[in-house]
């Protein structure tokens, strides 16, 4: 009896043990998709059939995945829309980023061997800046052209631009068509066709599935399994819409688990990553965001992006970039372990004399201590004051 006890508390030790484990490592990653309509329906599918799977493992992290992708964008007009800014920028910090442009950039932004390396790099310019300690990883588009040649040199655009960024590349395209050509090669679209292209017979069988689209200005009929194939399958363009319906969504979904899964189990220790910084002891600023120019007795905002392997103080200040180096304003305020962005509200004493050769300054140093102890510093240069 007393070895029966003593063996009944051991397994309770180590099944304690193991729970314990789980919940240490059991932290929230975050993971960002954005693109365009490949991306973005599904209605949930794709970003909740990634999280049920991963969420299940005991041996990895727990992922949020957030979806802020956009029917019809390209990756030149979600920042030129203010997308970006308004959407994006704003989510905070992210551990892994997935982006597939490419399918509207094709038509919407010719030359497209001109202009969407160009515009990609621009998006990808914009992540690195915004979210420093996030992986940034480029996916090929899916099977979605009439001919595959047109795939093919969007997709050699986007493994150069991985290339040349030296960003980890996600190639879905070849499990894509691989489950086309097992299952059918339109098992995994959705069939979006005009009512009134429907025989006048039929009608009444296509109209449950059938309303107004606003964008095509009439009324469509959209199905998302292959129920009415036998009805009209026989129409002329019927199967033409390349969009993924639930399955197509599905098999994106666990190609990315596939893929995102054995670098959450390598990197266990370091995720998630935006928390990276600090535990490599690392004080840093990311980034600096402040008005060029403004006017005496107006007020202005600062933004400030850190990490910090302790509680510290973030001092931003405005001076006179020259000899008398003349203090015109300054803020700090004291902040936790950890990483975020933090907003300082500045007044421009009205007295100030204009000029263009002032500087703002953020610094992050120990608790209670000046300027000569900063662990890290960022600048603006030529700050304009006017009356």
């Known amino acids: 009896m007393k070895l029966l006890k003593i063996l009944s508390l051991s397994l309770l030790f180590l099944s304690s043990t193991s729970l314990i484990y789980h919940f240490e490592t059991n932290e929230n990653v975050r993971i960002l998709l954005i693109g365009d309509s490949t991306t973005i329906g599904g209605k949930g599918i794709f970003e909740t059939t990634i999280e049920d799977i991963i969420n299940k493992n005991t041996e990895t992290p727990s992922v949020k995945v957030i979806n802020s992708a956009r029917g019809g964008e390209t990756a030149f007009s979600v920042v030129e829309s203010g997308r970006y800014d308004n959407d994006i920028k704003p989510l905070g910090e992210m551990d892994y980023i997935f982006v597939r442009y490419g399918i509207n950039d094709s038509f919407k932004r010719k030359p497209v061997e001109e202009n969407f390396p ?78 009134s292209d429907i025989p006048e017979d039929y009608k009444e069988v296509a109209l449950p599935y059938s309303s107004y689209v606003n964008w095509k200005e009439t009324d469509m009929v959209r199905i998302l399994t292959t ?54 002891n690392t004080d840093k600023i990311y980034k600096l965001t402040a008005p060029k120019a403004f006017k005496a007795g107006q007020e202005i905002k600062v933004s400030v992006s850190y990490a910090v392997s302790q509680k510290r103080d973030l001092r931003v200040f405005i001076q006179l970039n020259k000899d008398p180096w003349t203090l015109v304003s300054t803020t700090s305020k004291g902040v936790d372990m950890g990483s975020g962005t933090e907003e300082f509200s500045m007044t421009i004493p009205k007295d100030t004399k204009t000029g263009s050769d002032y500087k703002i300054s953020v610094n992050i140093l120990p608790r209670g201590k000046g300027w000569p102890y900063r662990l890290d510093e960022r600048l603006q240069n030529n700050v304009t004051i006017i009356n």
């Not at 040349?164 to 086309?180: G, H, I, N, R, S």
């Not at 639930?246 to 688990?257: D, Q």
């Not at 596939?258 to 670098?263: D, E, G």
């Open 118 to 195: 160009k515009d990609y790099k621009n998006l990808i310019a914009k992540l690195r800046s915004d979210f420093p300690s996030a992986k940034i990883i480029l996916t090929t588009i899916i099977p979605f052209f009439k001919n595959e040649d047109d795939s093919i040199i969007i997709n050699n655009m986007v493994k150069q631009l991985a290339e040349e960024e030296k960003l980890e590349l996600f190639d879905v395209y070849p499990a894509y068509k691989k489950a086309l050509e097992t299952h059918g090669e339109n098992s995994m679209n959705v069939r979006f066709y005009p009512l």
């Open 227 to 280: 129920e009415l194939d036998p009805v009209f399958g026989n129409l002329e363009g019927w199967y033409d819409d390349r969009h993924p319906n639930p399955m197509g969504y599905r098999l994106l979904a666990m190609e990315t688990v596939n893929y995102i899964l054995p670098r959450l189990k390598k990197n266990l220790k370091s995720l998630p990553l935006s928390k990276k910084e600090v535990e490599n």
